[in-house]
């Protein structure tokens, strides 16, 4: 899903308006990243605390994932095909139906048939190329789709162009991860509790500052990141993390046995998990994905 649904908002946006739909994605996630981080802080003591807290504390929390999972499954039933897939697989008549839903206009449109006309280049240009590499090939039966997928995974690496883009699209992705965002999200609470916080309510609590503060950082992405450039905003964003890294680093190294007596410390480290977040949610989060899409 999160290697499918960029490539889909790739092909399916409007190329003035492409970076700030895929960003638009991130928020998503964000926003879902905050919701439940915010359902845990209140579901923590259903029964009490200690030993007294009803198991309903971690299994309400876990059984609401199943709604949206549930909601995106069935909704995925009535999502119609890309009209470049449809293009490239002969179905133009739909191709062209479903463009005009996409656009809200009418199918004899003239922007309509100027982007069908330019999808259509496109896969001329594709299935020449197919033709003239594989000729045994061309034939678009069900073996020869799966042998043409087989040999294809080693045309990025034949030219040297190719091997750019795969090498900028995976070693972008690569460093969005090595950012270290997902296992900062995913041990905020015991980060947090190691700071010193008073007690696991307090560090979920913390923990949904976090979220509410990567989900408000994403939006300016959504709005200017076509206006800006993506490399801009993606070195911002790098230096911000690595500050924040650097600086919550030192504290931990000098603090990390005596943050009860030394609250200032303890609160300016909290603030670089969140300054950290931060500077992931506008930056590396969106436009990580906005940059694969288009490559």
Known sequence: MSVNVPNCNAEVAPREVRGSLVALQQLAITGGVMVSFWIDYGTDNIGGTGSSRSDAAWLVPICLQLIPGLALGIGMLFVPFSPRWLVHHGRESE????????????????????????????????????????????????????????????????????????????????????????????????????????????????????????????????????????????????????????????LFGINQHQWGTHEAARWAAVTMVWLLVVNFGYSWGPCGRVVISEM
């Open 95 to 250: 191709a062209r139906n479903v463009l005009s839903s996409l656009r809200n206009l009418s199918e004899e449109h003239e922007p309509i048939e100027l982007e069908l006309l330019e999808i259509k280049v496109q896969s001329v240009f594709e299935k020449r190329t197919t033709a003239s590499q594989w000729p045994h090939l061309v034939e678009l039966t069900p073996w020869n789709i799966f042998r043409l997928q087989s040999v294809a995974i080693g045309s990025p690496f034949e030219t040297k162009a190719m091997f750019r883009r795969v090498i900028d699209a995976t070693v972008t992705m690569f460093f969005q991860q090595f950012t270290n965002i997902n296992a900062v999200l995913y041990y905020a609470p015991s980060i947090f509790a190691a700071l010193g916080t008073s007690s696991n309510t307090s560090s979920l609590l913390a923990t949904g500052v976090v979220g509410i503060a990567m989900f408000l950082a994403t939006i300016p992405a959504v709005l200017y990141v076509d206006k800006l450039g993506r490399n801009p905003v993606l070195l911002t964003g790098a230096v911000g993390m690595a500050i924040c890294h650097t600086i919550l680093a030192i």
